[in-house]
């Protein structure tokens, strides 16, 4: 760039700044003669037309404002007792738009400070695909060394999952710790898992992530095959520490899927349970903190822990209710999902996530206060697919209603007509939603009439429960009843039917 040039772009800029907000001032020390100036978002979107950058643009580290949750106030420092990891977050921006990296960094901020993180600083970067040796690229790592130097940052997160390869050379250059979203996801999933099922089902996906990442010296921690004497078998480096430490993670992931497979088989004899009481199973399902467990407690009363955090919940729970015409079924709590959602606990959560397949009814949470509500729909609806459970019956609840737009209610509404509204705290739709999943839960398939004997009451009381009573009368002989009932029912009151099948 020559002076006349700098000189010219100098004055934009300045004549920019005098005009622009402070959240739009250019780190403007040195700019003009640095190889690849960092600078700030509005500057950098005044740039483009569409996807047209600049080739400044493209190939610098784009700062996202707001993310730092450094604290400022001693006290509180001093009330919770420890030192937060400080954490500076990394991007790469290869498609769609600037609000959409944005609104992934915000995602993967959140998911940091739910670990128990200070995050510092947030900077995007502008690729066509992420560098396959440092993620980022070497010259773009060397600035992000120095911004991990500029603000005391002892970690590295970057938005996406590396290959051991790429977690190695981009330690190397910035010379703190690095770990990518996947890696971030399973330290809280750790932290929050309370049952036994829980603790090794997230123990199983943190080995199956590590096992390709661990490190070793080589032959230095190498020892000897055979025995004593030497001879056959006994030259060269043997089995080394890290193929060890392989070996040893293998036989306890086997253990562990043994363990857990054992475990399952709790669940999938309750299941079979219910289906021979044939009790309807309603699942919530949903993106993380969009309010599953709070509206488990408005529909049940469960008690089930609610907390503003993401993952705060990890353990299924699941509660028996009624219609208000009186039939049971149960609802079901599961894990939440993110996006990006690493397959490893996608694997070690299958058991636990196998509810939403055998299920009759989803509730599908959405949190509409969100920035992007559409793109939490997606992000489940893809993990559906991916547990085989694309064909269940879903219901879109779309909670958080006293927080949302109501311009972003009507445009959900538009694109699911047969969704429900709802607050899970104030109460507000909650009437709907149980009218609604009453109308979607499965009907039975045999109408039958029958003259139920007095002392057979349970089977009366069991039309109630699992069936729906269409006619109810009181005669000198028995009770009267028409209803629609399953197949395992009806058989038992073939010996008082009346009228045959309709």
């Known amino acids: 760039m020559t002076e006349s040039h700098k000189d010219a772009a100098r004055d934009e800029v300045y004549a920019l700044n005098d005009h622009d907000t402070p959240e739009a001032e250019w780190d403007t020390e040195d700019v003009f003669d640095a190889p690849a100036p960092l600078y700030r978002n509005r500057w950098a979107e005044s740039r483009h037309d569409g996807e047209q950058f600049d080739l400044e643009e493209r190939a610098s580290l784009r700062r996202v404002a707001g993310l730092s949750t450094e604290l400022e106030d001693v006290t509180e420092v001093e009330y919770r007792q420890l030192r937060l990891e400080r954490v500076v977050l990394v991007g790469v921006w290869t498609d769609g738009t600037a609000a959409d990296a944005e609104l992934s960094l915000r995602e993967l901020a959140a998911l940091a400070e739910t670990a128990g993180s200070e995050v510092l600083e947030g900077v995007v970067q502008r690729r066509e695909k992420p560098d396959p040796a440092t993620y980022i690229g070497s010259g773009k790592a060397a600035e992000l060394r120095d911004i991990v130097v500029a603000t005391g940052a002892d970690t590295v997160i970057c938005d996406g999952e590396l290959s051991p390869g790429q977690l190695i050379h981009l330690e190397d250059v910035v010379k703190v710790k690095v770990i990518d979203r996947t890696a971030l996801i399973l330290d809280i999933f750790a932290q929050h898992a309370k049952s036994r099922e829980g603790k090794a089902q997230v123990a199983l996906a943190q080995m199956q992530y590590m096992l390709p990442r661990l490190r070793g010296w080589g032959q230095s921690l190498s020892r000897q ?35 857990i497979g054992a475990m399952s088989k709790g669940r999938e004899t309750k299941r079979a349970e219910r289906r021979r009481g044939s009790v309807p199973s309603v699942v919530l399902a949903g993106y993380t903190n969009a309010g ?85 729909i997606s992000a489940v609806r893809a993990v559906f697919a991916d547990m085989g459970a ?65 002392d057979r009451g349970d089977l009366v009381a069991r039309i109630h429960a699992e069936g729906e009573m269409l006619k109810e009368e009181h005669t000198d002989h028995g009770t009267l009843v028409r209803a629609l009932i399953h197949q395992d029912l009806a058989h038992q009151l073939e010996p008082f039917r009346t009228v045959g099948a309709v």
């Open 225 to 259: 095959m055979g025995g004593g004497r030497g001879g056959l078998a006994t030259r060269g480096p043997g089995e080394t520490k890290i193929e060890t430490d392989r070996r040893r993670i293998r036989e306890r992931m086997a253990k562990l899927r043994r363990e």
């Open 292 to 376: 599953k467990s709070s509206l488990l407690n408005r529909l049940t009363g469960a008690g089930v822990l609610v907390e503003n955090a993401l993952f705060a919940t990890l353990d299924p729970t699941v509660r028996r209710t009624e219609t208000a015409t009186g039939r049971s079924y149960t609802l079901s709590d599961t894990v939440g999902f993110v996006r990006h959602l690493p397959h490893q606990l996608v694997e070690a959560f299958r058991s636990t996530l196998e509810e939403v397949g055998e299920s009759d009814l989803v509730l599908h949470v959405v949190d509409a206060s969100d920035e992007d509500p559409e793109g939490q």
């Open 390 to 454: 694309g064909d269940v019956k879903e219901l879109m609840v779309f909670n958080k209603a006293d927080l949302a737009d109501p311009e972003i209610l009507a445009r959900l509404l538009r694109h699911e007509p047969h969704g429900i509204v709802v607050s899970a705290r104030t109460g507000e739709g909650i009437e709907d939603l149980l009218v609604a999943i009453e109308r979607d839960l499965p009907r039975p398939g045999v109408e039958l009439e029958a003259l139920v004997p007095y």
